[in-house]
């Protein structure tokens, strides 16, 4: 295996294992309930986290965040009996990247280009434009998942975890389409 594509999981495995541990989550759910979901979960989330650093010898920040949310809100999850937290960790995963996108603006640090930088280079006015509306929209996630959650039964909380949050990220990364057409610095040809 290259160095290249060591560093630089292909799209399916990088999708397999951002989607994969909330794939497993929904089936364990439907064949069990919402404790041993949790359970399969946190399990499903530490192995993602484990293959990536095997892959890269590396964890990004976002992977990391994540991982530790899911393990403390399914730890209090499991050890409570309570899926009040489990229900909850979106909510707080959301506002907290949310809120880091937001708050870095603050302080001139575009957190947003750790997510991204890997697939597109952009201008400062790109980057700042980009962090704006993922905040923005990582907020609104959060907002969603409390009014979801507080009103309807696990089954459709869950249903709705799986089947309209990702659909909602997908098509709102497919709208940032034409922002970073517009601010994407081209590589110079190789001479």
Known sequence: MSEASKNNPSPLIKLAMDLGPLLLFFIAFK???????????MAATLTSLGIGYARTRKISPMPLVTAII?????GLTLYLRNDTFIKMKPTVLYATFGLLLLG????????IKAVF??????DDVGWRRLTWRWGFFALALAALNE???RNFSTDIW??????????????????????????????????
């Open 70 to 74: 899911v393990m403390v809100f399914g």
């Open 104 to 111: 870095g603006l603050a302080f001139n640090r575009l957190f």
């Open 147 to 149: 009014i979801i959650w």
């Open 31 to 41: 064949f069990g309930g919402i404790f041993e979901a949790t359970a399969v979960f």
């Open 158 to 191: 869950v249903d709705f975890k799986v089947w309209a949050i990702i659909p909602l990220i997908l098509l709102f990364a497919l709208a940032q389409t034409p922002l970073v057409m517009k601010h994407q610095i081209e590589e110079p040809p190789e001479a």
């Open 117 to 122: 930088a890997q697939a597109f280079e952009l």
